[in-house]
């Protein structure tokens, strides 16, 4: 079965400083991955999405994703944080087997001033 | 485009009383899924609806039951609620098959004393 781990329940980070938040997914033939970010009382809504194209893969706001094979990993970075990227942040993996999608348990971004 | 829609927004029920939870979208997708999300658990699948016609069971179906009305709308139903069912419930959909984006409602915040 799929898995995603998302390495961090937290990270805190000053305004202004880089942003990188961990991912590791289970090994699978043709993965789909993506990153959600969530605001307090919203819904999910896409960062980003890597479906065998480029493995570096530019979403909105700044944010970017590597999909690195050999580490099975789709680590999310943006280089200098806004007080407006603190949200809870999802990674989500599908694969060949299942189109169904699972969800690490998120990682809550701080962002200090 | 309202994209996808849920109601109520809030509910407080008592146990072993009954609500239906309702989603609809209008942007012609095929697939219909029904999440709900606990603190440090991330999101977990309820059911989904692939297709009109069509639905399954996720990774924590118990004490649910879901109907997919039309293509349109993807309703879930709690029969005799429990306080383990308190959790915000999120409705998403996506064109169909794999690697494709979920779009997600804000969520209904579901309280059961």
């Known amino acids: 079965a799929q898995s995603v781990t998302q390495l961090d329940s937290h990270v805190s980070v000053s305004e202004g400083t880089p942003v990188l938040l961990r991912c590791n997914y289970s090994s699978s033939y043709s993965p789909s991955l993506f990153w959600y970010v969530q605001h307090p009382n919203k819904g999910l809504q896409l960062l980003l999405k890597?479906?065998?194209?480029?493995?570096l893969v530019k979403g909105i706001n700044g944010f970017e994703a590597e999909f690195k094979k050999s580490e099975t990993s789709f680590h999310l970075t943006k280089p200098s944080a806004h007080m407006s990227d603190a949200a809870e942040y999802f990674c989500a993996h599908s694969s060949g087997g299942s189109y169904i999608p699972t969800f690490g348990r998120g990682t809550s971004l701080i962002v200090h001033p | 485009n309202a994209g996808v829609t849920q109601t109520p927004k809030f509910q407080v029920l008592k146990t072993g009383q009954s609500m239906t939870l309702q989603c609809a979208q209008d942007?012609?997708?095929?697939?219909m899924y029904w999440y709900r999300q606990d603190p440090g658990m991330g999101l977990r699948l309820i059911y989904y609806s692939a297709s009109e016609g069509t639905t399954d069971k996720g990774e924590v179906p118990n004490g649910y039951n879901v109907s997919r009305l039309n293509k349109r709308e993807f309703s879930l139903r709690l029969e005799s609620a429990a306080p383990s069912q308190t959790s915000v419930y999120f409705c998403?959909?996506?064109?169909?098959?794999?690697?494709?984006?979920?779009?997600f409602g804000p969520g209904t915040r579901l309280l059961v004393l």
């Open positions: 890597y479906t065998s194209a480029a493995t």
């Open positions: 998403a959909s996506s064109e169909s098959s794999r690697g494709q984006t979920q779009y």
């Open positions: 942007m012609n997708h095929n697939s």
